[in-house]
């Protein structure tokens, strides 16, 4: 049996937890103030967007917190840590974004029908503000390490806050120039779209991780001819390849291997060729390989 490991480091966990503050604590403060004036407005696009920075808010504080547990060591049942954490973060970013899009939607429609008075200026003034502010959150988050599932689902969270914001900008300049007060709810389902779009690819990739698949980017069938093309190795089976966490893909196989390499001790050689191999041609640190005769293999069936 081979184990071999390696892990690939991005920016530093301690530096993505300070951009990941920096943009909590400015889309905490303006919320605060889009609420009001959402409310003295009687825009939707504002109260949409401050329930959409509240979800922001919220998967900031989420990433953060499963970044903490990430590092956790490994310990007891939990034979790899806390990393899955993440995940579970991501997909409830996912989950968020879809079910707010859902309400804000059912809103938009209802005021499409029976539009009722926007405050123009008030909608363009915090509209412009929370430009500034989401591409200032933007920006901070972007430093962060994005392929981490993780830290991507708080980057879509507030950059299609972002794009809501222009959208409602938007609808703002329609309504002081035109009176058409429909403008703010057709700019509520633009983020509306916008929301779904991110968060069902969060979804299905956290979904994809939870459910072990193989990651989207490993082609199964490349890395079993690569493994076969060591030489002494005669077969491969019970293969399989999944995600940990982000950035950490793994796999697992048993290898057929000549009976003469278990006679002469190569048999370790081979395992040392064949994890480089993985490591080399695919960037897959996290491997486990059982080696066997070929005696062995009439013995075994694969479980899957």
């Known amino acids: 049996m081979g184990h071999s490991e390696h892990h690939h480091h991005g920016p530093s966990a301690q530096a993505d937890r300070r951009y990941l503050w920096g943009a909590l604590v400015l889309l905490l403060a303006f919320m605060a103030g889009e609420v009001v004036a959402a409310l003295v407005s009687g825009s939707l696009a504002l109260l949409s967007d401050a329930g959409h920075m509240l979800t922001d808010a919220g998967a900031l504080a989420g990433a953060l917190w499963a970044m903490n547990l990430a590092v956790r060591p490994a310990r007891g049942a939990m034979t790899y840590g806390w990393k899955r ?12 974004l879809l079910v707010v899009a859902v309400v804000v939607a059912t809103e938009a429609v209802r005021r499409l029908v029976n539009p009722p008075e926007v405050t123009g200026v008030t909608v363009l003034v915090v509209a412009v503000i929370g ?13 962060a390490d994005r392929t981490s599932l993780n830290i991507r689902g708080a980057y879509q969270h507030v950059l299609t806050d972002l794009f809501g914001f222009i959208g409602t900008a938007v609808a703002g300049v329609i309504i002081l120039a035109t009176g058409w007060t429909r403008a ?23 979904g994809r991780v939870l459910l072990e698949a193989a990651p989207e980017e490993l082609d199964l069938d490349a890395v079993r001819t690569h493994i076969l093309g060591v030489e002494h190795v005669t077969a491969v089976h019970d293969l ?15 290898l057929v291997i000549e009976d003469s390499c278990f006679a002469d001790g190569h ?30 293999e009439a013995t075994e069936h694969d479980c899957f």
């Open 131 to 143: 430009i500034v502010v989401n591409i200032a959150a933007t920006w901070l988050i972007a430093r």
């Open 85 to 96: 954490a993440e995940i579970l973060a991501a997909l409830a970013n996912g989950v968020t």
């Open 184 to 206: 703010d709810p057709i700019a509520s389902l633009v983020v509306v779209a916008l929301m779904l779009r991110a968060g069902w690819g969060l979804t299905r990739d956290s």
């Open 240 to 254: 399989h390849a999944w995600t940990v966490t982000s950035n950490l893909p793994a796999v697992s196989a048993h």
């Open 267 to 296: 048999a370790h050689r081979i395992l040392d060729e064949v994890q480089e191999c993985l490591q080399t041609h695919f960037s897959v640190g996290h491997t486990t390989f059982q080696v066997e005769p070929s005696r062995h």
